[in-house]
């Protein structure tokens, strides 16, 4: 399992990465008090007298992704290529592929570790009522791929350009289209102009895709929807550093 | 072991390397030189597998750099040009981790990164981040991370370059020391290191090789191998060089200095008459006052000049 090791130590590095710089506090932090604020206050946790999570606080996952997971994506490839440490990653004795699994894989278990630290909420809402924690668990699952697509993503866009700044902003963009495709003011224009379009889009969407797994409902064509926009995305960061190189 | 055959790269339409050919074998040291833009540091990318050929082949250890990348890779030991190294990490972090993909794993591990510390003098940085190091510090724990692995094959791009004098002495003995038992191919602009540490040194210039040989042989190309410098006392500069035109060996004179009665002139030999030259100009000012009468070895920027740039070189001289 020699191709597992190589994946990560290149995780490992990654996720150190991480931690030296502030930004990984940062964005725990403001994570966090997004989640908190619009789930008690903003998602009307309290006036809804049910003991629930999903609404309120799942809901608003894909638009706090939209700013954060590119955040967090953005040095993935960009930083390497500024600084030229590419050049030793991709000279090393390891496949591209290790290098561009090992760190996608970093950044989405800080991503996972963020979620995680959402906890409180959990505990809360358990403490009120009696909510279905098995829902609450799929929910979680989904957000977490959400934000893997999201990510994967990003990776693509980092891998395009030396400059963060750049890929942050392509990749919010990229990211904006999967949720517009699903988000209901966009669907219901849609259905005026184009009604034969609608099932197209919004099959590209993650609002749709996400919707399951609120529901408490694990879909195998969900999954499947998230897994492959992953690992199109990753292959496609495999081809644009591949061109690169080719000169 | 590093075998490079009909090599070339394009970027774009521009051919950055042009049909390149040559070999390094274990216990050889090349030098590699050109101007800037020569190419040197692509020809180093695609033997380390960073860059795909755009025609030709390299092999290393007998592995095709494309076809068998991985067991390539594992025999090399790189330097990248401007010696690259993760910010984000202490020296002690980034050894650890370059040894670790390397697939040294614990005692192993220690081992080899205490070996590397040691050989590029980081004790006093361990712990520092690379961010904050020095400009030569963070080249050295570049060069440490590309022989922690102790490999056959060491690609080194420019390792003094912002090294100081003290460091560069000591590179240069270890690039030697290291160099019986490796290949080892590194690229430079300080001609003296080519003295110093290569056996062997490979001129390129706009992608093309121009000159390969021992450092001796590229010395011999030069107009200077086997000029010679002669300093007399009170005797007008015409005159010598009038009288040294009548050598039949001497193909040109050049004043070098003409100053308060004291005359230095530089005789060049014609081809194939090297070494009698100094007698016979020593002969032909036997009756001057002779201060200085000197055979000159072949100059390596000269020859350097003359190949790279052959229009200016002869003012130069
Ligand atoms: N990625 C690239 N895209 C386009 N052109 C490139 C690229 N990399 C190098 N070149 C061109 O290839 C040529 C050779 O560059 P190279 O870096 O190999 O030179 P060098 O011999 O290492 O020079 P120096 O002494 O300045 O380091 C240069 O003209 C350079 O502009
Ligand atoms: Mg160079």
């Known amino acids: 399992m020699n191709a597992w090791h190589n994946v990560w130590t290149i995780t490992k590095r990654e996720l150190g990465a991480y931690f030296t710089a502030p930004l990984a506090y940062v964005f725990i932090v403001i994570f966090l008090l997004l989640c908190g604020f619009f789930t008690f206050f903003v998602g009307g946790f309290f006036e809804r007298q049910e003991a629930s999570l999903v609404r309120p606080f799942f809901d608003w996952h894909p638009w706090f992704y939209l700013f954060l997971v590119p955040a967090v994506g953005m040095r993935l490839w960009a930083e390497e290529r500024r600084v030229g440490t590419i050049e030793l990653l991709l000279t090393m004795p390891i496949t591209a592929w290790q290098a561009i699994v090992g760190k996608f894989l970093a950044s989405w278990l800080f991503l996972a570790l963020a979620l995680a630290l959402t906890f409180p909420v959990v505990l809360t809402v358990n403490y009120l009522g009696d909510p279905d924690n098995g829902v609450i668990l799929t929910a979680y699952i989904g957000s977490w791929l959400m934000a893997g697509a999201y990510l994967a993503i990003s990776c693509i866009t980092s891998a395009l350009t030396r400059s963060q700044v750049v890929s942050f902003i392509i990749s919010l963009v990229v990211c904006l289209f999967l949720i517009l495709a699903g988000f209901p003011p966009v669907i219901n224009v849609l259905e005026q102009v184009a009604p034969r379009l609608v099932d197209l889009v919004t099959s590209f969407s993650v609002m749709t895709h996400f919707e399951g797994f609120q529901k408490g409902v694990l879909d195998s064509r969900d999954l499947l929807f998230f897994l492959s926009v992953i690992g199109f995305s990753l292959f496609t960061t495999s081809v644009i550093l591949r061109t690169h190189r080719a000169g | ?317």
């Open chain 2, 1 to 317: 072991m590093i075998k490079v055959q009909n090599l070339a790269k394009l970027f774009g339409t521009k051919r950055a390397v042009d049909d390149v050919s040559f070999s390094v074998n274990r216990g050889e040291v090349l030098g590699f030189l050109g101007p800037n833009g020569a190419g040197k540091s692509t020809t180093m990318r695609v033997i380390t597998g960073f860059l795909p050929p755009s025609a030709g082949s390299v092999t290393v250890g007998g592995f095709d750099v494309v076809e068998h990348a991985i067991q390539a890779r594992r025999l090399i030991g790189y330097l990248p040009e401007n010696a690259p190294a993760y910010t984000d990490m202490t020296v002690l972090g980034f050894l650890n981790f370059a040894a670790e993909i390397r697939g040294l794993r614990g005692e192993a591990r220690k081992q080899a990164v205490g070996r590397a510390v040691e050989m590029c003098f980081l004790e006093s940085v361990l712990h520092q981040s690379v961010e904050t190091l020095s400009k030569g510090y963070r080249h050295r724990t570049c060069f440490a991370q590309s022989i922690i692995h102790d490999p056959d094959v060491l690609v080194l791009d420019e390792p003094t370059d912002g090294l100081d004098p003290n460091q560069k002495h000591e590179v240069r003995q270890l690039i030697r020391r290291m160099g019986e038992k490796k290949a080892i191919i590194f690229s430079t602009h300080i001609l003296e290191e080519v003295d110093a540490a290569c056996t062997r040194a490979i001129i390129i210039d706009r992608g093309k090789i121009v000159a390969n040989g021992t450092p001796q042989e590229l010395r011999q190309k030069s107009e200077w191998a086997g000029a010679v410098t002669l300093r007399v006392r009170n005797v007008a500069a015409g005159t010598v060089s009038t009288r040294l035109y009548q050598v039949p060996q001497v193909k040109r004179v050049t004043v070098v200095e003409d100053k308060d009665g004291h005359v230095t002139v530089r005789a060049f030999p014609r081809s194939g008459a090297n070494g009698a030259l100094v007698a016979a100009v020593g002969e032909a000012a036997r009756e001057w006052q002779i201060e200085q009468l000197q055979a000159e070895e072949g100059r390596l920027d000269e020859v350097f000049r003359s190949i790279t740039m052959p229009d200016t070189a002869k003012e130069a001289a």
